[in-house]
């Protein structure tokens, strides 16, 4: 009884104690707009994206993700970004977010209306940089100076 308490301790301990992986997308439209999303938790402005789910790898998260929060669909995976795991980077949870440019076409819509207010494509020199959620403004930017950022 006493080893399956300690096995059943060590699980909870990595389930509970460990960050979980999400993914931010860098939604590029074939006329170099950038694709944002409104965020309802907070109202401001960021990039899509959201948690791996179990049984999930990165690509189809990409993917789900992209499609449920701005109906686009992703045409070409471009370049990482950047790995960003500062534990304050979401104020929710500690999480590590994997970030990566992506070619995507489609009709922007929003299928998931329990988290999006508003999806909206931006010209590079409209964006609200200095006002974006969680450490978006920070991922923005890398992708515009054309860093891969590992932090």
């Known amino acids: 009884m006493k080893r399956l308490w300690h096995f059943t301790q060590a699980v909870l301990g990595i389930m509970f104690r ?4 999400g993914i931010s997308i860098i939604p590029l439209l074939d006329n170099g707009q950038i694709v944002l999303i409104r965020r309802r938790d907070n109202g401001k402005w960021g990039l899509p994206g959201g948690m791996v789910d179990w049984g999930e790898d990165i690509p189809n998260t990409l993917k789900r993700e992209l499609t449920e929060e701005t109906g686009l669909e992703v045409t070409e995976v471009g370049r990482l970004i950047g790995i960003y795991s500062a534990p304050d980077r979401d104020p929710r949870i500690h999480s590590i977010c994997v970030v990566v440019a992506a070619q995507v076409q489609g009709e922007m819509k929003i299928y998931d209306t329990a988290e ?15 006002q974006l959620s969680h450490d978006h403004d920070r991922q923005l930017q890398d992708f515009l100076n054309g860093v891969t950022t590992v932090a």
């Open 18 to 21: 460990h960050p979980v992986l």
């Open 116 to 130: 999006i207010l508003e999806v909206k494509a931006f010209d590079r020199d409209s964006l609200p940089l200095g």
